[in-house]
Structures are given as C-alpha cells and as structure tokens.
C-alpha cells in the first residue's frame, strides 16, 4: 500500500511563505502526476496545483503567481512553495500522487495551513 507524508503546515501571518513537502513510500513504479488540493471548512475539496512526469504544471486561478508546484529530485517527492499567503488559503491542504493520470491516486493525510493575523 502506497503511504504519502506530508509536512511543513502551521501558522502563518498574511504575507507569509510556507512550504509544503510530500514524500511517498518506495514503489516499483513511477507516478503519472502529483499535485495538491485544499478543503477548507464548510466548502469542497479543490485543486490547487498539479505537475505531470513531464513538468506540465497547472494551478488554481487563486493562486496562480503566490503558488510554486515542482517535484523533488528524489522519485515520488512533490512540493508546493506559497508566498503572499491570504486568510483565504486557510484550509487543509492534501497531497495526491497518480500512477496513471486517470486514476484517482493516493492521497496523503492532510496538512493544516492556518494564515491569520
């Protein structure tokens, strides 16, 4: 079973930069695609930013010039660099990682992003 671990979470005031890593456990496979999504309370899970095997990114409009997506130079690693954080990315943020681009993939636990003064 693959295990996806995420970090790097916490408080930050608005203008900030927090980043976010995620590391899966060993596979004998390569992953299509990683990205990650965000669910803040009361609302639906959104995505906020993928990248293919490629390097092919694709980001929310929200977040589009605040937000970095890239992959780690160890296989099956992905991060996300936001800066110019508002209260409105509160939410929790959840890495996923695809093994073939239509598959709903694995998903990691969640990680808190609070922005607030």
């Known amino acids: 079973q693959v295990q996806l671990v995420e970090s790097g979470g916490g408080l930050v005031q608005p203008g900030g930069s927090l980043r976010l890593s995620c590391a899966a456990s060993?596979?004998?496979?390569?992953?299509?695609?990683m990205g990650w999504y965000r669910q803040a309370p009361g609302k639906q899970r959104e995505s906020v930013a993928t990248?293919?095997?490629?390097?092919?990114?694709n980001y929310a409009d929200s977040v589009k010039g605040r937000f970095s997506i890239s992959r780690g130079n160890e296989q099956n690693t992905v991060s996300l660099q936001m800066n110019s954080l508002k209260p409105e990315d509160t939410a929790v943020y959840y890495c996923?990682?695809?093994?073939?681009?239509?598959?709903?993939?694995?998903w990691g636990q969640g990680t808190q992003v609070t922005v607030s003064s």
């Open positions: 060993k596979t004998s496979f390569s992953f299509s695609a």
């Open positions: 990248i293919t095997s490629g390097g092919s990114t």
């Open positions: 996923n990682m695809k093994r073939w681009i239509w598959s709903a993939g694995y």
